[in-house]
């Protein structure tokens, strides 16, 4: 996989982490069963999300900054090929790339990063 | 919904080898039937929560749990280590029965608050360790499991 592509798929998923924490069913598990301080754990999260967009390469991070600045999925999957970001099919040849997530690649139409599974 | 559905056979191991929370939880991830690159970001992200407070919940059970983009389906898996390892836990006890779920960041159904509640249930049985204890067989775990009704 392509480091920057890593870097961006930990990032989105911290982010993940990020929102389901801010959220009342979420936290409130976290609180009653794992007995987890909540504010402490959203601090630590957003310095390491603020890291970590620090150190992309400065031309993914401009790209990463324009689409985080219009929503909070940067990075999708794209599932049977098509982008789930925005649902629309992605060229097969992209989609079935024997090196798959050996590229940065975009969504030609919604613009987020692609990470392709199965 | 019941716990039940979620474990597949394959995916429960009751004698795992790892001596450290970093080894378990590696032997955990392996579980799961996914490729290696997304084992090693699993194993990340589960340890990035571990960080912000331990999942150990006491009484030797764990719950380590994320979601990630690496997966595209809520996967499950147990793992029981009978000499226990230190896991952090709230009551400083070693861990013996390990509960790992991930799922991906968005799912249709929104199974894993459900799933990871109901394993929160499940490990408040008075004499869930015991029983635990006492499986010498991924069935017999299945079975508990039924049983309890979770
Ligand atoms: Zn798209």
């Known amino acids: 996989m392509h480091p920057e592509l890593e870097a961006l798929l930990e ?29 402490e754990a959203l601090s630590i999260l957003d310095a ?4 970590m967009e620090e ?41 079935s790339d024997a090196d798959r997530n050996e590229e940065v690649r975009s969504c030609q139409s919604c613009g987020r990063f692609l990470y392709l599974i199965d | 919904m019941e716990l ?14 790892g001596e450290s929370k970093d080894e378990i939880l590696k032997e ?11 084992q090693g970001i699993l194993y990340k992200m589960l340890k990035r929560r571990e960080n912000l407070g331990s999942t150990g919940i006491g009484r030797g059970i764990a719950i380590p749990h994320c979601r990630s983009l690496v997966v595209n389906r809520l996967r499950v898996a147990f793992g029981r280590k009978t000499s226990g390892v230190d896991f952090k ?32 249930q499940f490990s408040k ?8 204890d006492e499986l010498t067989n991924p069935l017999e775990f299945l079975a508990l499991l039924q049983e309890k009704g979770v």
């Open chain 1, 48 to 51: 390491k999300i603020a890291e």
């Open chain 1, 55 to 95: 150190a992309l390469a400065p031309d993914v991070r401009g790209r990463y900054r324009r689409i985080a600045n219009k929503q909070p999925r940067v990075v999708v999957p794209v599932i049977r090929g098509t982008c789930y970001g925005c649902f629309v099919q992605i060229p097969t040849a992209l989609a």
């Open chain 1, 11 to 39: 990032i989105q998923d911290l982010k993940t982490q990020r929102r389901e924490l801010g959220e009342t069913p979420s936290r409130d598990m976290q609180e009653a069963v794992f007995g987890l301080s909540t504010e």
């Open chain 2, 28 to 38: 955990l991830i392996a579980l799961l039937a996914v490729d290696e690159k997304s």
């Open chain 2, 125 to 132: 049985e008075p004499d869930v360790s015991a029983r635990l």
């Open chain 2, 89 to 120: 836990a709230i009551d400083e006890q070693p861990a013996r029965y390990f509960f790992l779920i991930v799922a991906p960041p968005l799912e249709v159904s929104n199974r894993y608050l459900p799933v990871l509640g109901k394993i929160a």
């Open chain 2, 4 to 17: 039940r559905e979620f474990f597949t056979e394959g995916a429960i191991q009751l004698d795992l080898k």
